[in-house]
Nanobody
Framework: QVQLVESGGGSVQPGGSLRLSCSASGIIFSMYNVGWYRQAPGNQRELVAAIIRGGSRNYADSVKGRFTISRDVVKNTVSLQMNSLKPEDTAVYFC??????????WGQGTQVTVSS
């Protein structure tokens, strides 16, 4: 049974940092394209960052230079380091593992709140 579990969310003041982690059981992350998405109330889910199977990384324009996605092959995790957080980064963050469009898996999400 495949399970993705996000952790590391919380509340932080503007300008602060958080590190999200997504751990996987039942799949090997390095064989998948893994993305971090977020969804704020009333908004559609949007892709924030992705690490492709080969290792290349993509970022939404709104987070470039502030967020960094990384993969730990030994721990089978994908992390999202978020720096210089802004109130508009407030959302539920989800990780998703996609196997070339044939199958994908989602975690349950973790809340990130940026507020003074």
């Amino acid at each position: 049974q495949v399970q993705l579990v996000e952790s590391g969310g919380g509340s932080v003041q503007p300008g602060g940092s958080l590190r999200l982690s997504c751990s996987a059981s039942g799949i090997i992350f390095s064989m998948y394209n893994v993305g971090w998405y977020r969804q704020a109330p009333g908004n559609q889910r949007e892709l924030v960052a992705a690490i492709i199977r080969g290792g290349s990384r993509n970022y939404a324009d709104s987070v470039k230079g502030r967020f960094t996605i990384s993969r730990d092959v030994v721990k089978n995790t994908v992390s999202l380091q978020m720096n210089s957080l802004k109130p508009e980064d407030t959302a539920v963050y989800f990780c998703e593992a996609d196997f070339g469009g044939y199958v994908n898996y989602w975690g349950q999400g973790t809340q990130v709140t940026v507020s003074s």
